[in-house]
C-alpha cells in the first residue's frame, strides 16, 4: 500500500482557505514577514480557525508538522536575516 505524500504548500494554503497558486503563496509569505518575537500562532492575519489549525498541526505533531513549520521559517526569513545581517 503506498502512502499518501505528505502535505505541501500548496495543500497547507488550500487547507487555510488562501490563494494557493506558486505566485500567490510566494506574495502572501513576502507580504507577511514575522518579527522573530512572533510565533507562527500569534500572527495577527489568521483568522481563529487558521490560527487553531496551525497551532493544532505544531501541537499534534501530525502530517502537516513538517510543511507549518516551513511556512513558519518562510514567514520569518527576514527577521533571520536582520539578526545575522545576511
Known sequence: MM???APGMTELFQQLGLKDS????ADFIRS????????IGEAPFWN???R????EQ????AE???IVD?????????????QTGL
Open 3 to 5: 502512502q499518501d505524500p
Open 52 to 55: 487553531q489549525f496551525l497551532v
Open 22 to 25: 506558486p505566485e500567490a503563496i
Open 32 to 39: 507577511h514577514q514575522l518579527d522573530a518575537d512572533v510565533r
Open 70 to 82: 516551513q511556512l513558519n521559517e518562510s514567514l520569518h526569513e527576514d527577521a533571520v536575516k536582520r
Open 58 to 61: 505544531l501541537r499534534a505533531d
Open 64 to 66: 502537516w508538522t513538517t
Open 48 to 50: 481563529d480557525a487558521q
